[in-house]
């Protein structure tokens, strides 16, 4: 049933990375991440390569956005040989720069309604950091690290302010922004990363009371962990397992559990053609601690 059919959904923040690590589902035991093969290598779709694969099967025509070009044509290329008839559609772009993103907008066709999902993360292929990992103590917090974090809040609004006319002239809007759970519950060695998507989450949820009346529907979307590669190192495994027993969890036996990207795109699919304003999606992998607070 293609849902979308009809629009273009412009989605920022799209990679993939290598499989450094196989994570299995607490349930069917099998692999959680969303594969995409590259000449006969795997790799793990992040949540804008995997919400661009569903956004295709509902029949929208998706614009893909990230820095890298090569990693822009491998999703392409995976999205157009899943899907029959896909159109997919791409732009390298630094999210930093102000006069990339205004190109960016003029260059986008408008002949169809536009929506937007933003999932700029660290390590999304626009901000990266030492060994994937954001949780560190206080102490070992590092300038280039808070200025990743705070980076994807301000790209965020920056791009936002920037469609807004374009949004403004159509006859209704979805967006969605990818936060993260960590927005709405704390956890020892993760002070920087809560803050910065708790002001995602808030900046997400101020912007849809005043953009509602303009026919603008956000949905604040906050993931647990998903398997985008992010936490395939040790370090970061560990840290989580850590985080974990403040919960009563002890994942010494089995490891942590990640949600599959896919899941992820199917849930923001769902909030981009409900007839209903998605204000917010909370989702863990099955196997994570479900709290939704500290």
């Known amino acids: 049933m293609n849902d979308l059919s009809g629009k273009r959904v412009l989605i920022t923040g799209v990679g993939i990375k290598p499989v450094g690590f196989v994570f299995k589902d607490i349930a069917t035991g099998q692999p959680s991440h969303t594969a995409v093969v590259v000449e006969g290598k795997e790799c793990k779709a992040n949540i804008g390569a995997a919400t661009a694969l569903e956004c295709a099967k509902a029949g929208a025509i998706v614009h893909l956005v990230a820095r890298t070009e090569s990693k822009l044509q491998i999703v392409k290329k995976w999205i157009e040989e899943s899907v029959a008839g896909a159109q997919v559609e791409y732009s390298t772009v630094d999210l930093s720069d102000i006069s990339s993103l205004e190109k960016l907008i003029a260059s986008i066709p408008d002949d ?17 950091v030492k060994d994937d990992n954001p949780y560190l103590p206080i102490d070992d917090l590092s300038e280039d690290l808070i200025e990743a974090e705070l980076s994807v809040l301000k790209n965020t609004v920056s791009l936002l302010r920037l469609l807004l006319p374009r949004f403004r002239n159509q006859k209704e809007t979805r967006v969605c922004v990818v936060s993260s759970m960590s927005a709405i519950r704390s956890v020892i060695s993760g002070s920087m990363h ?9 900046f997400a949820n101020a912007a849809m009371i005043e953009l509602d009346s303009d026919k603008i529907f956000i949905t604040d979307v906050r993931p647990g962990i998903v398997d985008t590669g992010m936490y395939d190192s040790k370090i970061v495994q560990e840290t989580v397992a850590m985080m974990g027993k403040n919960y009563g969890y002890d994942y010494s036996k089995t490891n942590i559990y990640c949600a599959p990207p896919s899941a992820v795109g199917k849930a923001i699919v769902n909030a981009l053609i409900s007839e209903a304003h998605i204000t917010s999606i909370n989702m863990v992998a099955r196997g994570q601690w479900p709290h939704e607070g500290s």
Do not use: F, N
Request: charged letters at 10%.
């Open 112 to 128: 169809l309604t536009l929506y937007w999902v933003q999932s700029v993360g660290l390590g999304a292929g626009t901000v990266q």
């Open 194 to 202: 809560m803050a910065a998507k708790g002001a995602i989450s808030r």
